[in-house]
């Protein structure tokens, strides 16, 4: 089967600034079958189009006005079971040992920390696309040396390729941007009470039937890691 990965990341800086009032960064993640890409692109685009959204839809971008409209998508997230999966790594910036593990190195460590994002929902005879949102790196093999990785990792599956994806260009990047920050709002407790991400959180948790917060590794829909930098899940 053909898989489609789409990856957003939510206070990315977190490793490299010590002023930061935020402990968490959030790696996201959408999964779906690459041959429902142009019809689910399609349904999210009529739902943007109902909603006179002519713009990149985005966490940052949550307001009252445009609520029924982040309703309707995570409603439309919800609607489609399994064929649209997220998974998401919440990384505590604490406890991240960035000289000894990472070489001082906070690129390195924000990569490795993907690589853990990934690899754990990469499963044999399978072929993987990923398509992450564009971000500037230090170093321009960052990408290609993920694939290498992952590859070298999944013997008996196809990383077909790691690819950077502008979010203005991607309805699904924009929607795992989402995603992506209605975890990390949670985690970091960063939604202002009565405001509109507070609302939009409360709302999906009310379609998921429990609070965002650490899952089981079994869980399928909406996966939450929370990870221990000691070891085990």
Known sequence: MKIEVYCDESRPDLFASQSTKYQYMVLGSLWIPSAAREAFKQELKEIKQTHDIGGEAKWQKVSHPKMAFYRDIIDWFFSKDTAVRFRSIVIDREKVDRVKFHDSDCELAFYKFYYQLLHH??????????????????????????????????????????????????????????????????????????????????????RLGNQISHTPASEE?????????????
């Open 221 to 233: 829909k909406f996966n939450v890691f929370v990870i221990n930098l000691q070891g085990g899940w």
């Open 121 to 206: 929902w990469i499963y044999d005879f399978n072929t993987y696309s990923v398509f992450c949102d564009f971000k500037s790196n230090r170093s321009r093999t960052r990408l290609s040396d993920l694939q290498k990785c992952l590859d070298h990792s999944n013997l008996f599956s196809d990383i077909a390729r790691v690819q950077p994806v502008r979010s203005i260009e991607s309805v699904l990047i924009q929607l795992s941007d989402i995603l992506t920050g209605l975890v990390s709002s949670k985690v970091n407790r960063s939604a202002k009470q009565a405001g509109a991400k507070s609302e939009l959180i409360d709302y999906f948790e009310s």
